[in-house]
Nanobody, 124 residues
Framework: LQLAESGGGSVQTGGSLRFSCVASGRTSIPYCMGWFRQAPGQEREGIAAIERDGSLRYSDSVKGRFTISRDRADNTLYLEMNDLKPEDSAMYYC???????????????????WGQGTQVTVSS
């Protein structure tokens, strides 16, 4: 499975961005798909995920501001980010794994496939 993100950029505090992640290759099986971010010197953290059954997961840091969604017909994962803050600045990655992640949804080691990442910079 190959993943390709797009949509990063620079915004001011309070702004919005929308990410897309297009999956190609073996898309016929269900995947848990998630969004992760990594700031310099910090560990990669999971911020949102859609389980194989459609269940949605959010980290406390983005709940209420970010929305994850998936278009199965287009094999595309989205992340709508609103009310962005400087602490949201990071490299953002989409990820996928064919297994259900459940309580491990936010742990990057449990995902097999990764996109190349896209940078977000939020200025105050």
């Amino acid at each position: 499975l190959q993943l390709a993100e797009s949509g990063g950029g620079s915004v001011q505090t309070g702004g919005s961005l929308r990410f897309s992640c297009v999956a190609s290759g073996r898309t016929s099986i269900p995947y848990c798909m998630g969004w992760f971010r990594q700031a310099p010197g910090q560990e990669r953290e999971g911020i949102a995920a859609i389980e194989r059954d459609g269940s949605l997961r959010y980290s406390d840091s983005v709940k209420g501001r970010f929305t994850i969604s998936r278009d199965r017909a287009d094999n595309t994962l989205y992340l709508e980010m609103n009310d962005l803050k400087p602490e949201d600045s990071a490299m953002y990655y989409c990820a996928a794994d064919p297994a259900a992640r459940n309580q491990f949804w936010a742990h990057w080691r449990y995902y097999q496939y990764w996109g190349q990442g896209t940078q977000v910079t939020v200025s105050s």
